[in-house]
């Protein structure tokens, strides 16, 4: 059974910072795209980060640039994103996702709330 589960989310003061974890199961992590978005209430759904299957090519969204790392352990089938510098507009669900032709695959969410 294929499974993707987020943690580390949580409540953080403005300019704090947090690290998520996805924890892949079920499937090979290493074979697929990665991808971390999030969907704030009454938005829609946002891209974050992308990462390759094999972590040499990373993007992100400019809102996102110089505050964001996404990373990956294949070994641990296992994405990471590092969040520094949060801001109150970054409070949203923050989603995983696996890709590749044929397959996609979505976490449950990790809650992000940045206030004072």
């Known amino acids: 059974q294929v499974q993707l589960v987020e943690s580390g989310g949580g409540l953080v003061q403005p300019g704090g910072s947090l690290r998520l974890s996805c924890a892949g199961s079920?499937?090979?992590?290493?074979?697929?795209?990665m991808n971390w978005y999030r969907q704030a209430p009454g938005k829609e759904r946002e891209l974050v980060a992308h990462?390759?299957?094999?972590?040499?090519?990373?993007h992100y969204p400019d809102s996102m640039k110089g505050r964001f790392t996404i990373s990956r352990d294949n070994a641990k089938n296992t994405l990471y994103l590092q969040m520094n510098s949060l801001k109150p507009e970054d409070t949203a669900v923050y989603y995983c996702?696996?890709?590749?032709?044929?397959?996609?695959?979505w976490g449950q969410g990790t809650q992000v709330t940045v206030s004072s």
């Open positions: 996702n696996a890709r590749k032709i044929g397959a996609d695959y």
């Open positions: 079920g499937f090979t992590l290493s074979s697929y795209v």
């Open positions: 990462i390759s299957d094999t972590g040499d090519s990373t």
